[in-house]
Nanobody, 118 residues
């Protein structure tokens, strides 16, 4: 079955950086676009970043452009999200899934909590 295991979150001060990882299994990773989503308390899950299957094209939410970078390692079935210049409004639980504009799978992982606070 499709599974996602996110990691790398934590507590960081404004302006700091974190690198999230997501290990995927249960589908042909190298054939699928991959994406990162986030959900803040009381808000809907939103698309943060996406990358095509071979990593040649990326897409970012306006709120994270220039600060976040999505990448992937197909040999490791892993997608990453490098987050720089973090802001308090980036605080959320971060999830990964397949797909580019919308989730490709119904399954979601447990997510990883990112808290940006001084």
């Amino acid at each position: 079955q499709v599974q996602f295991v996110e990691s790398g979150g934590g507590l960081v001060q404004p302006g700091g950086s974190l690198r999230l990882s997501c290990a995927a299994s249960g589908f042909t990773f190298s054939s699928n676009a991959m994406s990162w989503y986030r959900q803040a308390p009381g808000q809907e899950r939103e698309l943060v970043a996406a990358v095509t299957s071979v990593g040649g094209t990326t897409n970012y939410a306006d709120s994270v452009k220039g600060r976040f970078t999505i990448s992937r390692a197909n040999a490791k079935n892993t997608v990453y999200l490098q987050m720089n210049s973090l802001k308090p409004e980036d605080t959320a639980v971060y999830f990964c899934n397949g797909g580019y504009f919308r989730p490709a799978f119904r399954s979601w992982g447990q997510g990883t909590q990112v808290t940006v606070s001084s």
